[in-house]
């Protein structure tokens, strides 16, 4: 919970909430045991392999059209360790299985350098720029729009 009230780490998403306390945890904690009972779970959770501590979440939401939208965060204790990029390999794989996702993108503040690195590595492409009605909390309605080359 720390990990989502660290402005590095918050500055960049439009959810969860801000701040973030015991009782959103358990909400979203709900929400992802439901999700691991469907057929294609779309919501996961990075751990630490060692220690099995949350280091963050990676999700693939299922939008309109057939597109998913990748979507993740990383707390900043485990930046640059191959973590976000690990994570993402996995649930790109399990995006491939979804019945409902044809086509995979993600989208990111302009200024977000890492996500571009951990994007690029996963095979995400930039096609452009688009914006989105609900700014981060940087106040960031443009953002850059990727899609994976596998869809």
């Not at 500055?11 to 469907?38: C, K, M, T």
């Not at 590595?121 to 309605?141: E, M, N, Y």
Request: proline letters at 5%.
């Amino acid at each position: 919970m720390a990990a989502l009230n660290d402005w590095e780490v918050a500055q960049w998403l439009i959810a969860p909430p801000h701040p973030y306390g015991r009782d959103d945890f358990e909400r979203y904690a709900e929400i992802v045991r439901n999700d691991h009972a469907s057929d294609f779970p779309t919501l996961f959770a990075i751990a630490i392999r060692e220690s099995d501590e949350l280091a963050g979440c990676m999700a693939v939401t299922p939008k309109s059209h057939a597109v998913g939208e990748l979507g993740y965060w990383l707390a900043r204790a485990h930046w640059r360790q191959g973590y976000a990029n690990e994570a993402a390999t996995a649930a790109i794989e399990a995006a491939t299985r979804h019945p409902e996702i044809r086509r995979l993108v993600a989208t990111i503040d302009p200024e977000n350098e890492a996500s571009r690195r951990v994007l690029a590595k996963a095979g995400f492409t930039l096609v452009g720029q688009t914006s989105r009605d609900q700014p981060t909390r940087r106040g960031t309605t443009g953002v850059c729009l990727y899609v994976h080359a596998a869809f």
